[in-house]
């Protein structure tokens, strides 16, 4: 984790502008066409969500200003982005899940299945282990959304949220639509439409 010299940032001046408003959130939807993605986690007898969100990871963790944080309004930028998503349990509660991002598809799946057991084998909310180098994540598998919102606590946040929706059919294709809210003094629409492109190029590979 480094921090960054707000005096030299080409961001400074809109780091200040957004980061003193109340509410410097903006949050957009994207639909991501899954279908290859889909089809080689049947191929594959893989979890299309491990697959999924392997590939929005990787795309997570290419984004510099992904990854950076705010903390008493400084911003630092972390080496590693995890996935804190909500993984839910068999009486449809749910829990907060820190899954450890790697670059290996198996040993993230790994991690996804360990996260899954805790959560199950538990009544609690929170992981044991929880930070800011994360992204949080949920999956709505049971609607599709073209817009969403999420919860706000009151005390600014500097970590991105992603939902994502049930798929659908569009003519041939298989799409999902991502909702991204991300907090606007480290993020312009500029670098979620990197992540876009990333994250859909992951999603295409075989």
Sequence with gaps: MKKLDLTSWNRQHLFNHFNALADPY?????????SLAYKKSKANGASFFA???????KAINEVENFKYRIVDDQVFEYDVIHASATLSRPDNTFGFSFID?????????TNILKEKQRINDSTELYPPVNGLNCIHCSALPWFSFTSQKEPFSGIKDSVPKLAFSKTYKENDSLLMNV????????????HVGQFAELFQKNLNLP
């Design 26 to 34: 903006f949050a957009v939807t994207i639909p991501f066409n899954v």
């Design 51 to 57: 697959i999924y969100l392997h590939d929005c990871m």
């Design 101 to 109: 991002f790697s670059e290996n598809f198996n040993e993230f799946n």
């Design 179 to 190: 909702g991204i809210s991300v907090n606007h003094a480290l993020i312009d629409g500029y």
